[in-house]
């Protein structure tokens, strides 16, 4: 069992940055495969980036490739997302999942198996 906590979360004007983190317990990350998805109100949830459980490969959606980055620290059990270059269509609840699976299709929603609790963002125009 692993628990996800995410935090970093606010509010902050466009063009401007924030750093999100998913802090593990229960058991080490370095297990998963992890990855960041959001949720805005009245859309379904959505992939936004993910990494693979050795940190060498890293994937986005288009919406955010070359805006925000993924990363992790084994030794900390802990996941980022820095947030660049901000945009109001950002606004969501973010969350962070782990996958276990073998092979990671990090587009793939129903492949996470534990996921936090969220951490809200807003971008004001």
């Known amino acids: 069992q692993v628990q996800l906590v995410e935090s970093g979360g606010g509010l902050v004007q466009a063009g401007g940055s924030l750093t999100l983190s998913c802090a593990a317990s229960g058991r080490t990350l370095s297990d998963y495969h992890m990855g960041w998805f959001r949720q805005a109100p009245g859309k379904e949830r959505e992939f936004v980036a993910g990494?693979?459980?050795?940190?060498?490969?890293?994937y986005y959606a288009d919406s955010v490739k070359g805006r925000f980055t993924i990363s992790r620290d084994h030794a900390k059990s802990t996941v980022y997302l820095q947030l660049n270059s901000l945009l109001p269509e950002d606004t969501a609840v973010y969350y962070c999942?782990?996958?276990?699976?073998?092979?990671?299709?990090?587009?793939?929603?129903?492949?996470?198996?534990?996921w936090g609790q969220g951490t809200q963002v807003t971008v004001s125009s």
């Open positions: 999942a782990a996958d276990r699976t073998w092979d990671f299709r990090p587009f793939v929603v129903y492949e996470y198996v534990y």
């Open positions: 990494i693979s459980r050795s940190g060498t490969s890293t």
